[in-house]
């Protein structure tokens, strides 16, 4: 045998005071959530704010090789200038 557990009704008036509850939770819940979001906010400016100082010290360290890079081409300029006279003098030497 069956035992049958009576239903209750549904008025609407139980059904706003239910959507009313839902709506309300629903509400703090986006408060909450705005409150944490806007925390979560606060931390991006903090990277933020670290990360442009590391782009700063990152434009003096290109500043830097930039320097290396034409005090290297420059003494390549000199050595190939220097062989070519070293290879010009062997030239002359060994012409006459």
């Known amino acids: 045998m069956t035992v049958m557990v009576p239903r209750e009704k549904w008025t609407d008036e139980r059904l706003d005071e239910g959507l009313a509850r839902i709506d309300g939770d629903i509400r703090d819940l986006r408060g909450e959530m705005n409150g944490r979001f806007d925390k979560v906010d606060e931390r991006f400016d903090k990277v933020d704010e670290r990360f442009d100082k590391v782009d700063a010290r990152f434009d003096?360290?290109?500043e830097r090789f930039e320097a290396?890079?034409?005090a290297l081409l420059s003494g390549a300029v000199v050595i190939i200038a220097a062989l070519i006279g070293v290879i010009a003098?062997?030239?002359?030497i060994t012409a006459f």
């Open 68 to 70: 290396l890079n034409r």
């Open 89 to 92: 003098a062997l030239i002359g």
């Open 60 to 62: 003096k360290i290109d």
